[in-house]
Nanobody, 120 residues
Framework: EVQLVESGGGLVQAGGSLRLSCTTS????????IAWFRQAPGKEREIISC????????RVADSVMGRFTISSDNAKNMVYLQMDNLKPEDTAVYYC?????????????WGKGTLVTVSS
């Protein structure tokens, strides 16, 4: 059974940092791609980062470039999102999601999300 479980969210002041973790199971992480999405209150869900180890591919959205970094540890079946210099507009529920056949364009599975709140 494929599972994705996010952790690491919480309350942080503007300018602070958090590291989100996505624990994966039920599939081969190094052969798949993982995306981080977020959904802020009243807004649509947006993709903010993607990693595909086999393709040596990483991308981050312009809105978080230079502040967020995605990485993975295939041996531990983990994907991370390091978030630095957080801003109040980063407040959202953050989800990790798996694309088992493409690179972050055909999401097959979702985690339940972790809430990040950035206070000003």
């Amino acid at each position: 059974e494929v599972q994705l479980v996010e952790s690491g969210g919480g309350l942080v002041q503007a300018g602070g940092s958090l590291r989100l973790s996505c624990t994966t199971s039920g599939f081969t992480l190094e052969d798949s791609s993982i995306a981080w999405f977020r959904q802020a209150p009243g807004k649509e869900r947006e993709i903010i980062s993607c990693i595909a180890s086999a393709a040596d591919y990483t991308r981050v959205a312009d809105s978080v470039m230079g502040r967020f970094t995605i990485s993975s540890d295939n041996a531990k079946n983990m994907v991370y999102l390091q978030m630095d210099n957080l801003k109040p507009e980063d407040t959202a529920v953050y989800y990790c999601a798996a694309d088992l056949t493409h690179i972050c364009v055909n999401i097959n599975y979702w985690g339940k999300g972790t809430l990040v709140t950035v206070s000003s």
